[in-house]
């Protein structure tokens, strides 16, 4: 079983920037990814960055240029560094590690989700 304990979240005003933090704890292959999502009320839940054990990564647009994903795999630690942040990135933001079972198939576990929110 993998947990993990985000942290990090917070408010700021705009231009302003947040690191998250989060910590996978259990039994984690190698063959895994992990990444940052948020959900803003009424709408769903997004990909906003994620890199894979081999450090490759991958962004959405709407934060391309402005947020930082890494990650520490000795410490299975993933952050997400957050500049130049926009009122529309409020949200609750969640971590998620993808575990590849197969070429197909995969497992994904979730943090608890930190809220962050952004001030005009």
């Known amino acids: 079983q993998v947990q993990l304990m985000e942290s990090g979240g917070g408010s700021v005003q705009a231009g302003g920037s947040l690191r998250l933090s989060c910590e996978a704890s259990g039994s984690i292959p190698s063959n895994n990814a992990m990444g940052w999502y948020r959900q803003a009320p009424g709408k769903q839940r997004e990909l906003m960055a994620s890199?894979?054990?081999?450090?490759?990564?991958n962004y959405a647009d709407s934060v391309r240029g402005r947020f930082t994903i890494s990650r520490e795999n000795d410490k299975n630690t993933v952050y997400l560094q957050m500049n130049n942040l926009k009122p529309e990135d409020t949200a609750v933001y969640y971590c998620?590690?993808?575990?590849?079972?197969?070429?197909?198939?995969?497992?994904?576990?979730w943090g608890q989700g930190t809220q962050v929110t952004v001030s005009s």
């Open positions: 998620n590690v993808r575990i590849w079972r197969t070429l197909y198939t995969a497992t994904d576990y």
């Open positions: 890199v894979t054990s081999a450090g490759s990564v």
